[in-house]
């Protein structure tokens, strides 16, 4: 029985959110060893929050065109915008994981009021919907990637789509947020 991604789309998509997730974890729950990684100077590693943070700024911008385009029926243009942010997410997710993976998590070092009413909360939110970003956007990129143009508006593409670059774009607002927190005001 042969089977393609076109046919198994929601599998394919948890195949590999489990998979991701798992690397995300791995890294950040230090089960990755830190032989097994490069070993960057300090001072790259003290530069990948700020890239981070344009990174982010850049993914804003590019998942706020993607939407724009797609309303305007600028198929091509949406699909470069959103390709791109993806791209920018795997550029981030990789910085960080591995500047977590040999360092471990920045601690906060603002006041414990701040920390614990604002700052944790941030960071919750921020990754949870990060978390649930990951599914979603394999499967509206699986979706997008095995199917005619004329085909995705019949598929949930459209629907999915919105829920997750709507997701996507407060989870990079909030990173932004947790970026001058930690590494700006405090």
């Not at 490069?38 to 990948?48: D, E, G, N, Q, T």
């Not at 091509?76 to 550029?91: E, I, N, P």
């Not at 629907?159 to 700006?184: E, N």
Request: aromatic share 12%; glycine share 6%; charged share 10%.
């Amino acid at each position: 029985m042969e089977y393609r991604v076109k046919d198994r789309v929601p599998e394919v998509a948890g195949l590999l959110s489990i998979i991701s997730l798992a690397l995300v974890f791995g890294a950040a729950l230090g089960a990755i060893p830190k032989s097994l990684l490069p070993r960057a100077p300090a001072w790259v590693l003290s530069v990948i929050p700020f890239v981070n943070a344009i990174i982010s700024g850049l993914a804003i911008l590019t998942i706020g065109a993607g939407w724009y385009w797609i309303r305007g029926g600028r198929i091509a243009r949406h699909r470069a915008a959103m390709l791109t942010s993806v791209v920018l997410f795997a550029v981030f997710l990789t910085l960080y994981l591995y500047k977590v993976a040999l360092q471990g998590p920045t601690p906060f070092t603002g006041p414990a009021a701040i920390r614990q009413f604002a700052y944790l909360p941030l960071l919750a939110i921020h990754i949870t919907l990060a978390i649930i970003c990951v599914p979603l956007l394999y499967y509206v990129l699986l979706l997008a990637m095995t199917r005619p143009i004329q085909e995705i508006p019949q598929t949930r593409h459209p629907t999915i789509g919105r829920i997750a670059a709507s997701l996507w774009l407060v989870s990079f607002t909030l990173g932004i947020v947790v970026y001058l927190l930690l590494y700006v005001v405090y």
